[in-house]
């Protein structure tokens, strides 16, 4: 399995903008579909955005669409998720994930109002 380690969180304020990395190492990256998920605290587990592995193919789902993107740099093993005009209910612990069912240990951010 490929290992993941997910970083850029924090607090920051409402309307304020995160990006958060997912760095990937032990296997060509390129391989591997990667999924952003987040859990808030007393909630299941949520699906965000997807990408390919060559970065053609996105996803982001519904609920952040339009203030979520999803981008990944193969030369860097890296796949980010850019995340604009935050609101206290982005509040969670956000996760990488990849095809082979890999995960990173999270990375909490924290949007105050």
């Known amino acids: 399995q490929v290992q993941l380690v997910e970083s850029g969180g924090g607090l920051v304020q409402a309307g304020g903008s995160l990006r958060l990395s997912c760095a990937a190492s032990?296997?060509?990256?390129?391989?591997?579909?990667v999924r952003w998920f987040r859990q808030a605290p007393g909630k299941e587990r949520e699906f965000l955005a997807t990408?390919?592995?060559?970065?053609?193919?996105?996803y982001v789902e519904y609920s952040v669409k339009g203030r979520f993107t999803i981008s990944r740099d193969n030369a860097k093993n890296t796949v980010y998720l850019q995340m604009n005009r935050l609101t206290p209910e982005d509040t969670a612990v956000y996760y990488c994930?990849?095809?082979?069912?890999?995960w990173g240990q999270g990375t909490q951010v924290t949007v105050s109002s």
């Open positions: 994930n990849t095809d082979d069912g890999s």
């Open positions: 032990g296997r060509p990256f390129s391989n591997y579909v």
């Open positions: 990408i390919s592995g060559s970065g053609y193919s996105t």
